[in-house]
C-alpha cells in the first residue's frame, strides 16, 4: 500500500475505528471484502450476514458504522427498520454497473462499489466515506446538537431540525426550507448527501426531488403531502416506505 493509497486514512483521530458488516451470500466475495477491511487502517469487520433478514440484529450487536451490502440482498423494509431505529449506517452497494444503473435512484445508499471489486476501487469508496465524515458533523453527534450548520453563498448558517419543513434537490444543490423564512436556504449539496445529515426517524424521502419533516405534514391526499401551501408529490419508488411509516403512526 503506497502513501498516495493512505491519503484519506490519515489525521482524523477523532473518528475512532469504523465497524463494517458484510451483507453477502457469495463466500468469494464475502472474503475478498473482509480482506480489503483488515488490509485498511481504522476499519473493522464487524460480522457477516447472508441475508438481509440477519442486518437489524447483527448492526445492533456490532453498531456497525459501514454496511457492504450486496444489490441483489438489499430490502426496502430492512433499510426502513434501520432508519426508524435511530441508528442508520452508511450503505456501500456492491453492485455490476448494469445493476447500479436500475436501481441508483430507488435506493437509499451512500456511494457504489462496483464489481469486479479491487483494493484500489475499495479505498476510493473509503475515502468518500472519511471525506464525508471529517467534512460534516457526524450524524449522530448532530442529532445530539439537534442542528447542523450548511454554507451558503458566504456564509456558514446554523439550521435547527425542529424549523426544516421540506428539502427539495435541484441538481447538485439542495434548498432547505423553514418555517418562518419566505425564502429557502440553498446549499451545495446534492439531496441524497444532504439527506445523511438529517435525523432518520425524524425526515423521509418521498420523492426523488423531496424530503420532508415528518413533524410538518399538514396532510395527505392522492399522493400528495400538504405543508402549508406547499404541495409535494409522492415518487412510486417510495410510496411503501412512506405509507408503512404513516400506519406506524395512526
Known amino acids: 500500500m503506497t502513501s498516495h493509497d493512505l491519503r484519506y486514512l490519515k489525521g482524523l483521530p477523532s473518528m ?4 463494517c458488516i458484510v451483507v453477502e451470500d457469495n463466500n468469494k466475495q464475502s472474503a475478498l471484502l ?5 488490509k485498511t487502517p481504522r476499519l473493522n469487520f464487524a460480522g457477516r450476514c447472508d441475508t438481509a433478514g440477519e442486518v437489524f440484529q447483527q448492526v445492533a450487536q456490532s453498531r456497525a458504522d459501514i454496511i457492504f451490502w450486496d ?5 426496502n423494509r430492512v433499510m426502513l427498520r434501520l432508519k426508524e431505529s435511530g441508528y442508520y449506517p452508511i450503505v456501500i452497494c456492491i453492485a455490476d454497473k448494469q445493476e447500479q444503473d436500475k436501481k441508483e435512484t ?8 462496483n464489481r469486479p471489486l479491487s483494493f484500489e476501487r475499495f479505498l476510493t469508496t473509503i475515502g468518500k466515506i472519511q471525506d464525508y465524515l471529517s467534512s460534516t458533523i ?23 431540525f425542529e424549523d426544516i419543513l421540506f428539502c427539495e434537490g435541484m441538481k447538485d444543490y439542495t434548498q432547505i426550507y ?15 448527501s444532504f439527506s445523511y445529515k438529517l ?8 420523492h426523488r426531488s423531496f424530503i420532508v419533516s415528518l413533524t410538518h405534514i399538514d396532510s395527505i391526499a392522492r399522493n400528495e403531502i400538504y405543508i402549508g401551501k406547499k404541495i409535494i408529490p409522492i415518487g412510486d419508488s417510495f410510496k411503501d416506505d412512506f405509507y408503512q411509516i404513516i400506519e406506524w403512526n395512526s
Open 138 to 160: 457526524y450524524i449522530q453527534h448532530a442529532r445530539n446538537l439537534r442542528f447542523v450548520f450548511v454554507k451558503s453563498e458566504y456564509k456558514i448558517i446554523k439550521v435547527r
Open 34 to 38: 473482509k480482506e480489503y477491511i483488515a
Open 178 to 192: 423553514l418555517r418562518g423564512k419566505a425564502d429557502p436556504i440553498l446549499t451545495l449539496n446534492n439531496l441524497k
Open 199 to 206: 435525523p432518520p426517524e425524524e425526515f423521509i424521502r418521498v
Open 16 to 19: 475512532g475505528v469504523l465497524n
Open 71 to 75: 444489490i441483489r440482498l438489499l430490502d
Open 106 to 113: 430507488d435506493m437509499d445508499v451512500f456511494s457504489y462499489l
